[in-house]
């Protein structure tokens, strides 16, 4: 049985204050645990899972046994962020990353500009773990990384995408020479544009677009065409990214 | 006051049964509601708003005074499904949309198998707004276009966009000189492949992809590259469908 003071540590990391303040997360189900654990990219603090679940997978389980403890259903329960608690739940490090300059200067990454829903964020991962973008950075304004719905919706590319938190002058000011793409509503035809396959592309808020600081940074600035007879307002913020992200690198 | 009926009625229409029965759902927030009041493609039954919302928006109250009815906070409270409930709730008619075959078969339409996320549902609206898709066809297994989670995500597509419920045989046979892409994993790459700007696109369930039926169907399997370095195992369901829509609509 888990100690109370256990139950209430890994609760705890529901909220960004914790997480912050202990430097670890929370990733919950089967898939993403034997990802973690194959993949050893994420120091991984304790293991909470079923019995029959550490039983079926102990070929896996290649981790200081300390930290690996056998849960009853009703204490999975207690520490699981989702509705339907699903036999395993990882308590990891959160990782630090550091920026190689040559390596964003070659590349096309993202700058999130206060992307909020968990839902979106999680998309946005997948689809730079899909294209291999080696960053996607963040504005202090962003739903955090770790946040567990975020974790969830991500698919494990949380795992492969490394992700930094940083304001838009610092990042224009460490790599002068990147080209700043923005996704607007009134720019260039993203469609008939010559992109190049490098550049840092901002995504704006769902709801109030690219910030004042974003929009002095940004070079270039880029819309998806509506349809002749097209009629919504905008595109949801993670399908605009992935649109532009294949606008980038695809080019037929 | 509203009485317990109407509050039992309204908060019934939750659920895709008495949205069948009654053919009734529920649009909430001010602008879906003035969306809903200005454009007239829907026969609203109820409009139920705090009376400063009516007296500022009295100009659009052009419908039956006698489907207008001012309410308190409190039982706004108890009809809305939103946490935060936003003014106004207008209860809407189900549209009954019949099918143009020319139209269908000069289009760019999509057939969506088994879309289960009210989230991505909305998504994939907006995506058949902003490109003019005369069409989205659902499987039965799809989450209904009248989840309160999907009219709010589809941010008014839902109001533009004409939506059936049809099984994808029944389609073809009703249209036999319709050309069937789907979205898979193992497919052309849809960068590389000339593509018509018409045809039908299925877009498959979240977690187990295209249904046999749907297989059955397809005449071109399309899919999405992955980049070199490309890590996911896959993309967003709605993400998916922008990236395909754009390729089919946007040839540079």
Chains 1, 2 share one sequence.
């Not at 009703?74 to 339907?84: G, Q």
Request: hydrophobic content about 40%; charged content about 20%.
């Amino acid at each position: 049985m888990l100690s109370k003071n256990t139950i209430k540590y890994i609760q705890s990391l529901r909220l960004k204050k914790f997480r912050q303040k202990y430097r670890n997360f929370v990733a919950e189900g089967e898939k993403i645990a034997l990802e973690i654990l194959q993949g050893q990219e994420l120091i991984i603090e304790g293991l909470y899972a079923l019995p029959e679940w550490l039983e079926k997978n102990s070929s896996f389980l290649t981790i200081d046994p300390s930290k690996i403890h056998a849960i009853s259903t009703k204490d999975l329960d207690r520490i699981s962020s989702l509705k339907t608690p699903n036999k395993v739940v990882a308590v990891c490090n959160i990782p630090t990353y550091s920026l190689e300059i040559p390596l964003l200067n070659n590349s096309l990454t993202l700058y999130l500009d206060g992307i909020q829903d968990p839902g979106n964020m999680g998309s946005i991962l997948r689809i730079a773990d899909w294209f291999g973008l080696p960053y996607v950075f963040c504005s202090s304004g962003c739903v955090d990384i770790y946040n567990p719905k975020v974790i969830q919706s991500s698919m494990g590319a949380f795992l492969r995408v490394q992700t930094l938190e940083k304001d838009i002058e610092g990042l224009k000011t460490q790599c002068p020479d990147l080209t700043i793409f923005a996704a607007v509503l009134d720019g260039l035809n993203v469609f008939s544009t010559t992109l190049p396959s490098k550049g840092l592309l901002v995504i704006g808020n769902e709801g109030k677009g690219i910030s004042p600081q974003a929009q002095a940074a940004t070079t270039v600035r880029l819309t998806i065409p509506k349809g002749p007879k097209g009629g919504a307002e905008s595109l949801n913020a993670a399908v605009a990214t992935g649109i532009l992200c294949s606008a980038f690198l695809n080019k037929g």
